[in-house]
Structure formats: C-alpha cells, structure tokens
C-alpha cells in the first residue's frame, strides 16, 4: 500500500459496497486491508498469534458491516475492531497460565550467546525494543510511524484525544532512544574499531 492518506477514501468506498452485499467490493477491501491488520497485531500480540487475531478481526468486521457508515475510514474503523481484538487475547491470555513445558527452540537458539552478533539486523531490535514499550505508547507509535496512520486516525482507533496520541508517540520515542542507548543494550553501537 502506498500513502495510506490516499488509500483511506478508496478503502473506504469498498467497504460500504461490501455493507451493502457487494461481494467482490468485500474481496478487495479485505485484500486492501489485510497487511495493515495484520502488521498491527503483530505488534501488540505475539507474533505467532497475529494471523488468527487477523481473521477473527475480519470475522467481527463481516458482522459490522452492514451498520458501518463511513462516519470515520474504514481504516480507521477496521483497526479500531483489531485494537479490541487484541486486547481481548491478551485478557484470554492472562486469564489462563501457559500449561505448556516444551521450550520454543527458536527462542533458545536466538537468546543463545553463540548467536549474537555485532551487526545483527536492526529492524529485530527495533521491534523488540517497540514490543518492550508500555502498551499505550506502542499501540499509538505503531498506528503512526509504522502504519502511517494520522495522529486523528490513530486517535480514533484509540478512543482518546488527539493530544494524548501526540504524547504517547514523543514518549515512545524517548523510550526507544533511550532503550538503544541503555548500557549493555543488545545491537548498542559501540565507538572503536
């Protein structure tokens, strides 16, 4: 997707069509939609949880439908339901302790000491060090600077003021520059040779 300010009208047009019935409006909307989704909830839940929380997303959007009115994007709307989504895993999550015993192999190799390297990709720290942020500050940085959302947009996803996005994105910045340059902090580039 490109600009997401130029996608919202278009994406917004399909799915009052797919409201309305349009079944071939509904396979675009979604297919337009979809890698946003989806990039959301990976950074809000576990990354391996993201796929089935992008179909109950577009399960629970199927439903709306028919009611949504275009009073916001549909952008802006689809990621609202996501937002509530996740947040709803997140309460299943915790309300039931993991029963599991067999380690992630994945994970073990990766935290291995073997496996760390000077120069290991950025972008995996990055998203550590945005997964590490208070849930707040996370949900409006990834809305904004990831998803390339508006402060206005990300607010409505949100259900707060426009202000307090403006705030938590500033201080989810402050958090992740200073993460990066903690003493000791993974991937910290270090002067010298």
Known sequence: MGDPRNDDAPTTKLALAAGA?????????????????????????ARDEAEDLTQETYLRALRALPSFAGRSSARTWLLAIARRVAADQIRRNSARPRTTTVEDWDAV??????QRRSGFDEGILLRELVAALEDD????????????????????V?????????SRVARAREDLVRAMNAPGARGRRTAGP
């Not at 019935?21 to 959301?40: C, H, N, P, S």
């Not at 190799?109 to 073997?114: D, M, N, R, T, W």
């Not at 600077?145 to 607010?155: E, K, P, R």
């Open 21 to 45: 019935g349009d079944r071939e409006a509904l396979a675009t909307f979604i297919r337009f939609t979809q890698r946003d989704v989806y990039r959301f909830l990976s950074h809000l839940c």
């Open 109 to 114: 190799v990766a935290a291995s000491p073997a």
């Open 137 to 156: 500050r996370r949900d409006a940085f990834v809305l904004t600077q990831i998803l390339g959302l508006d402060y206005t947009a990300a607010a409505e």
């Open 158 to 166: 949100c259900g707060c003021p426009v202000g307090t996005i403006r």
